[in-house]
């Protein structure tokens, strides 16, 4: 095996550049600073410096998702890699393949309470896929090409290596990535035969099936986006996505209906509830899809394709369990399906059919409209509208009401093309994200849908925007509250607004215009469109602050505590008490 | 109010006691991943034990009994699964029969009639003396759970001042090892 004496730094940046890896997010630091000096002594690896280490794990993320690779951050010991922890588990939750390289004190002192000490392994142990601590520096080699094997292999989650200093300055050898199976770690890709030709049967005999779909599907790649499509249009099936899965099937298409879920669209929730078999694929029966769990499609036959075991029958039982990646699995069962020639259910398909579209003809998304003051909704229609021609659109949001609100109204006919905080609900994740996402994609269109609140959670990434120059567009649907939470105390809490308004917001123009970039502010619903077309034109980043009605609550919405069947909506006058007493304990 | 709608035992289900087995890595912090998966995710530990097992492999063998619904059982041992440095996982409980054994060492402080007392229950249970004063004994007991648990109740009004368990050991009956190794 060829080997080549290099210090440990030097090794971390080769073993880098023999995985791929070409930008890496990060912010220097004591402990890292021989990784940093190599940086500097090479041309290969792009380092993009952040201003803070908590943008620099969002930012990796936001490049993971829009290009299907391991992203990678680098930041210090103590502070740096306690700032990267919530980044972490963001990509625990949301399955996203990272590896964070974190800076620690010599080896010689760890556990001396020493300056810049954490016990990094200790504190992201419960949110990473897996951590190392490099103690020997002959481990050095294996554990990097290993971390990207962890990170993106079966269920993809982000992975911490610890270096200590004196490792990184230890002159050791270098060993090329190979392909050895891990000698613990081999997740099953393929799924069983048996069940899947089973599966088959079950769908080929449903009058009423649905399947729902999530980020698992992406996880696994535009191969198996495309197999997903295929196997839907082949069988004329209705098809719903979680908010993860959004852009795994066609947003345009007739045959998907809507996102399902707390937020989701009338008639993918009727249809789950009501569906006769369920085909659940790379999703994971979350609390906000699911609603009451004991009255959560109550009379259907649940079939789950899953990569990862201890995602099935985690909350609901299902009838048939198909572990294995969703790529692998789908093709087997487009197989199967034409082999044996199966066929749908043509009768029962068709009224299921016309019951989703009287569903439909509820027109769930419907809002009242203003003249005078912009909605939140239009305003994302009208995004929508303005886009919809170019491909190189790439979205990124916060966490709250804009959020769901550009799931339902932004349309996503590809993957890879929205990147949001999902399972953990970051706020302050759609600013770096979209530095990570344009950094990867750089002549692409990059929208974070931002409220004002979520935008100042990582407000000062604005310098990362203007030093690199990255034409980001930040889309401020500000309406002076914390809006989620706001609409929460609206329904539970009698329209007590507990610290939900903030004061002492900035002027969002005269903030970008003190970072270089254009600032730009509309109140008029008649201005909007020129608004959005002036921020589109702009090569330089943007801030539209489009200040919106401030009192907007999203809908429809499952109230927490009740089943899929009993959405409120916004057009329903009196929404008071919608939420029963039991429902208020929960999130 | 109920147990709440995401309740993790929405089929009210009964719990049941299990003993798992678990291969790892012998590395450092594989213990905590283990133990932090079960508090992480709020699952009961009963008893654990680890020792490493096969030196040359660097593997150890991590014994925990634990109780849950059969759905919370099933997760637990998904959630094993997916550790990185984690070989396999067996649950002895359901996979076939298996031994499980405990040791314990119990204190015993008396005189007189007790301290004979103690000495002859000792003997009924097989325990082994392996540490005498004038008033006291260091019994040495093997055997299951239950044994132990019944042998200590005896020794409550003989004086009892101490005990040490070591948690249980257990492994599948039958010519096969735990993961068709060695």
């Known amino acids: 095996m060829p080997k080549e004496q290099l210090n440990g730094a030097g090794i971390v940046i080769k073993a880098l550049q023999d995985q791929g890896v070409e930008v890496v997010f990060g912010y220097p630091g004591g402990a890292v600073l021989p990784i940093y000096d190599e940086i500097f002594q090479q041309n290969k690896l792009r380092h993009i410096l952040v201003r803070q280490e908590g943008g620099a794990l969002h930012a990796a993320e936001g490049y993971a998702r829009s290009t299907g690779k391991v992203g990678c951050a680098l930041v210090t010991s103590g502070p740096g890699a306690t700032n990267a922890v919530t980044g972490l588990l963001d990509a625990m939750l949301d399955s996203i393949p990272l590896v964070c390289l974190c800076g620690q004190v010599p080896t010689h002192l760890i556990g001396n309470d020493a300056f810049q000490e954490a016990d990094t392994t200790g504190i992201t142990r419960p949110c990473t896929k897996h951590n190392y601590l490099v103690k020997n520096i002959e481990d050095l080699p294996r554990i990097m090409h290993e971390a990207f094997y962890v990170a993106e292999s079966g269920r993809p989650g982000p992975v911490v290596i610890d270096l200590p200093k004196d490792v990184l300055m230890e002159l050791g050898d270098y060993t090329p990535p190979t392909k050895i199976a891990h000698k613990s770690y081999n997740p099953q890709v393929k799924g069983d035969t048996a069940a899947i030709e089973q599966a088959v049967k079950m769908l080929s005999k449903a009058k009423k099936p649905i399947i729902y779909a999530g980020g698992g599907v992406i996880n696994s790649g535009t191969g198996a986006c495309q197999l997903l499509a295929q196997f839907t249009q082949m069988t004329g099936f209705p098809i719903t996505l979680t908010l993860m899965g959004l852009g795994a099937y066609p947003g345009s298409d007739d045959q998907f209906l809507g996102m399902l879920g707390m937020h989701g669209t009338y008639e993918a929730n009727m249809a789950m509830h009501d569906c006769d078999v369920m085909l659940c694929i790379g999703a994971r029966f979350d609390d906000r899809i699911t609603g009451r769990l004991d009255a959560f499609s109550p009379n259907s036959k649940k079939i789950h394709i899953d990569i990862d075991l201890s995602s099935i029958n985690k909350s609901v039982m299902v009838d048939l369990p198909i572990v294995g990646d969703v790529g692998h699995v789908l093709e087997d069962m487009l197989k199967i399906w034409k082999s044996t ?195 589109m034109e702009t090569d330089n980043s943007v801030i539209l602050d489009i200040a919106v009605s401030p009192e907007e609550n999203c809908f429809p919405m499952i109230p927490s505590g009740a089943a899929h069947n009993e959405m409120i909506f916004g057009t329903d006058v009196n929404t008071e008490g919608a939420i029963a007493e039991d429902g208020m304990v929960l999130v | 109010m109920s147990d709440g709608v995401y309740a993790a035992n929405p089929y009210h289900e009964e719990e049941h006691k299990h003993t798992i087995s678990v291969l790892v890595d012998n590395e450092p912090g594989v213990l905590a991943r283990v133990i932090g998966l079960f508090s992480g995710r709020g699952y009961n530990i009963e008893s654990l034990t680890v020792a490493e097992t096969r030196h040359r492999q660097g593997l150890s063998r991590i014994t925990i009994v634990t109780s849950g619904t059969a759905m919370i059982i099933e997760q637990i041992k998904a959630q094993l699964n997916r550790l990185v440095p984690i070989h396999s996982v067996s649950d002895l409980t359901i996979e076939g029969p298996s031994v499980e054994r405990e040791l314990a060492l119990v204190k015993v402080n008396s005189t007189g009639d007790k301290r004979v007392e103690a000495l002859r229950i000792a003997d009924i249970f097989r325990a082994r003396a392996v540490d005498s004063t004038n008033e006291s004994f260091v019994f040495e007991i093997v055997g299951d759970t239950g044994k132990l648990d019944a042998f200590i109740e005896l020794m409550k009004p003989l004086g009892l001042v101490d005990i040490c368990r070591t948690g249980v050991v257990a492994i599948a009956r039958g010519p096969e090892g735990m993961d068709g190794q060695d």
Not at chain 1, 468 to 473: G, Q, R
């Open chain 1, 341 to 535: 020639q199966a066929k749908v259910e043509e009768k029962g398909l068709a009224s299921w059919w016309k019951q989703i579209e009287e569903w439909r003809a509820k027109d769930c998304l419907a809002y009242k409209k203003d003249a005078k003051v912009i909605k939140p909704q239009l305003a994302l229609e009208r995004l929508q509208a303005l886009t919809q021609d170019r491909k190189d659109v790439f979205i990124t949001t916060e966490v709250g009401q804009h959020q769901m609100w550009a799931a339902q109204y932004l349309k996503f006919d590809s993957p890879n093309h929205w990147m949001t905080s999902g399972g953990l609900g970051t706020m302050g994740y759609g600013l770096p994200a979209a530095i990570g996402t344009q950094v990867a994609n750089p002549d692409a269109l990059v929208v974070d849908i931002s409220g004002e609140a979520s935008a100042m959670m990582n407000i000062q990434e604005l310098g990362t925007i203007s030093q690199y120059k990255l034409p980001v567009k930040i889309f401020i649907l500000n309406n002076q509250y914390m809006g989620m939470v706001r609409q929460w105390q609206e329904l539970l809490h009698g329209k007590r607004y507990s610290e939900t308004y903030m004061d002492g917001m900035p002027d969002f123009v005269k903030l970008a215009e003190s970072f270089g970039l254009v600032g730009l502010r509309v109140t008029d619903p008649d201005k909007l469109d020129d608004a959005i077309k002036e921020m």
